[in-house]
């Protein structure tokens, strides 16, 4: 583990690949869960709460889906039957804990993690 990550890294804005790697990780061992609120099929917001992929201090946060792609339409069995829209969700670390160089009133290590979900 490198010096920038960690319970006691510096606070500074990261967005990395290695930590979207990472909280897939923390969700397949049932470290980070997500809950996602829905109507009519319409996804409106997802929340995470769990180990933060940087710091691994406990945080929550609550976001809201983008659909990057819709699925297309296409004919199965002569019934049009519609792929599944994959959906990006941008979470920020909020843990309480202390960080190095954060701002007063600023809560997290600074990690910003994208998750990519199919719903
Ligand atoms: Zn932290
Ligand atoms: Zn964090």
Redesign the pocket.
């Known amino acids: 583990m490198s010096i920038d990550e960690g319970p006691s890294c510096v606070y500074r804005p990261v967005r990395s690949m290695q930590f979207t790697k990472r909280a897939f990780e923390l969700l397949a061992q049932g470290e980070l869960t997500l809950k996602a609120w829905d109507e009519q099929g319409m996804l409106l917001s997802v929340a995470v709460s769990g180990t933060?992929p940087?710091?691994l201090?406990p945080?929550e946060d609550t976001a809201l889906p983008t659909a990057v792609g819709v699925g297309e339409m296409r004919e199965v069995d002569h019934l049009a039957q519609r792929l599944p829209t994959v959906h990006s969700v941008v979470f920020r670390?909020k843990?309480e804990e202390e960080h190095a160089g954060r701002d007063e009133g600023e809560a997290?290590?600074g990690?910003e993690y994208r998750l990519d979900f199919t719903g």
């Open positions: 933060c940087r710091c201090h945080h670390c843990c997290g290590c990690l």
